[in-house]
């Protein structure tokens, strides 16, 4: 049985787990590239870590993670197009002079042993929860159309087209081969809106 948290101080730990068990996640990369060159670029799996953890613990990072009991075994990153600038594609889109979603979801993460199973869309179920408590908007993710051809899980990274269309986002535009801009609009949850107001 999955369940899922917010990334935060109090889950670094286990986050930080799941990345070092997995080889710093894609040979070191802690899951920093969308954050920008300038906390990314040329910098050792030592200094990305380290990075990250600053920006956790500055509310400057965010996602959804997925746990099995106390272990956590996937996540799902989301954050502001501030928070996160960079996506795959950019040129293609920017060609169609975007404006700019309040939130974007970047990438995808399950560990060993976890592929498949589901990890994945527990996780963009987390992200939509999170980010209607933390205000709603419109929300960009950019999937990949894996119809009609075998895509491993492993590669996914930022989600397959069927899997946001089964959570209710539609195609905005292509914007490469395979890859899609998907849009949905979160609102707020109202019982967090009266708690804040």
């Known amino acids: 049985m999955y369940e899922t948290r917010a990334l935060d101080e109090t889950t670094w730990p286990e986050f930080a787990r799941l990345v070092e068990a997995n080889n710093g996640v894609w040979g070191g990369c802690w899951c920093m590239w969308y954050h920008g060159k300038e906390v ?5 799996p030592a200094q990305k870590r380290k990075a990250k953890e600053r920006l956790v613990r500055e509310g400057r990072a965010h996602a959804s993670l997925v746990f099995e009991g106390e272990d956590c075994v996937g996540w799902c990153q989301f954050g502001s197009p501030e928070e996160l600038p960079r996506i795959h594609n950019q040129r293609a889109y920017r060609k169609t002079d975007p ?9 995808f993460f399950s560990g060993n042993g976890h592929r498949g199973n589901g990890v994945a869309s527990v996780a963009l179920k987390g992200a939509i929860e999170q980010i209607r408590t933390l205000g709603g908007g419109r929300v960009e993710a950019y999937p990949e159309n894996t119809e009609g051809r075998k895509a491993s899980p492993a590669f996914l990274f930022n989600g397959s087209l069927s899997m946001f269309e089964r959570s209710g986002f539609k195609r905005s535009r292509q914007i490469g081969k395979d890859k899609w801009v998907v849009t949905r609009t979160i609102k707020l949850d109202r019982s967090d809106a009266a708690r804040a107001g």
């Open 40 to 44: 990314s670029g040329d910098k050792t």
């Open 99 to 107: 404006v700019l979603p309040d939130w974007r979801i970047t990438c």
